[in-house]
């Protein structure tokens, strides 16, 4: 079995009769001392296909000699090559077929013999690579079908995993700012007295600034082992988004850039997962730290420690909790944050093979920043449809939170905020190219503030590339 692809085990009989052939060829070209470069394409692909690696690399070089474009002697060259553990010159002779290829299936066949070549020498993600590749030039649907299998075996096989994250998303609100027309305010000024400045007027950047947000990202992770029920991985991350402002939000805040909201974090990680060998039980434990940048200045470090479990109620009911700590170190002025945060959830299989998923979760933190210091609950419900809609793959949500601040910067009694938040995803597969496909996420939010400045909305649609694998 090659690592991109199955060949499947040839009864004996088949294989005898084969290599007759392969005998009888041979001795013509003896007798004859030549062959006629159809039946050298015989000679040269039956060989290969046979495992009679040093035959097929004499008939390919024989015919490359007389049409050094041959594509069919070359990709039986780099399979013979492949076979004869020299990887290199598998790849030649793969990459100048897919340089030669005159038609679809030449070129679908090159490229499986180049993601071959890779895998085999252990450069598996370049192999996944090439069976993209394949998966665009392939001639027809099972062929495309057997790139995806393949490509799926050799991701299995691959340690690294790697995925890239590019959106788009116009919104109303890109600066979280206020909605409010008009708010009351309380400057502490220490000693229990306060400065109180009613019906204030949000000017410039705390007004709701609308634009659009660019988000790229890279996260990989390093599979450093793995067992019939262990596996443990290494995860880095990076994530950056920034905003260009529209007209009207330059018009408003004249001296305030997009790049002023700008936030990026970098994040490495360890995280190790088990199973029971029934897989009823799933156990995950992990370790993380995150740094993260905001208008390209240093805003914080995170440290993180977490652990979760899965259990299977039913074959249709998986029930799911998790509890994380974490220390926030942040930087200049910003004060420390120490946090925990406890969820429980469940996800149901319902006919027709939609997911319904409901979860809870409770966060407290603790900080001498009022801003950061608060009690948080919040409650989610997700419906991935298992079938197509209108032929694509949708999926919906709602979630309610509610945040307290028992002390805040702007007001006598703390601060209370309810938040929801409802989303829809469109993912459009029909529109694969080199299997990733668009999707677009519709999203709306709403804070409500007993402290008005902190009253806001936002409605923004996102449209985004991802992997369909």
Partial sequence: ?????????????????????????????????????????VLAGRAAAAGEAQLAREAAQALLARDPGDTQALLALSRAERDMQDF??????????????????????????????????????????????????????????????DFRYVRMRNPWSTRLTFALTPSSNVNGGTTSDRFDLFIDQGSNFYYYFPDSVPRNATRALSGLEILTGVSTSLRLGQSETTRSFLDFGLTHRTYALSPDARDIAPDVEGSDFARTTLSAGLRHDMTTASKRLGLSFGANVQHDWYAGEDLSRTWTLSTSARYALTPKLMAQVGLSGDHEEGFDARSDVNGWRASLGAVRVLEGGHRLSLAVAHRETDSDAGTLDYTEREAKVALNFGRPVFGTDLSLGLSAAEREHDEHLYSLDGRRDHRFGAWATVTFDRFDYYGFVPDVTFKTNRTESDLGLYDSEEFGVSVGIRSKF
Avoid at 4 to 16: H, K, S
């Fill in 1 to 41: 079995m090659t690592e991109a692809g199955a060949a499947g085990t040839r009864p004996r009989r088949w294989r005898r009769a084969l290599v007759a052939t392969l005998t009888l060829l041979a001795g013509a070209a003896a007798a004859q001392d030549s062959l006629s470069p159809d039946q050298m394409r």
């Fill in 88 to 149: 290199d010159a598998a790849r030649d002779a793969a990459r100048a077929a897919w340089r030669e290829a005159g038609t679809e299936d030449e070129r679908y066949a090159a490229a499986l013999a180049m993601a071959q070549a890779h895998s085999s020498a252990g450069a598996r993600t370049r192999s996944q690579l090439w069976l993209r590749r394949a998966m665009q030039v392939a001639p027809g649907e099972a062929q495309r079908a057997q790139a995806e299998r």
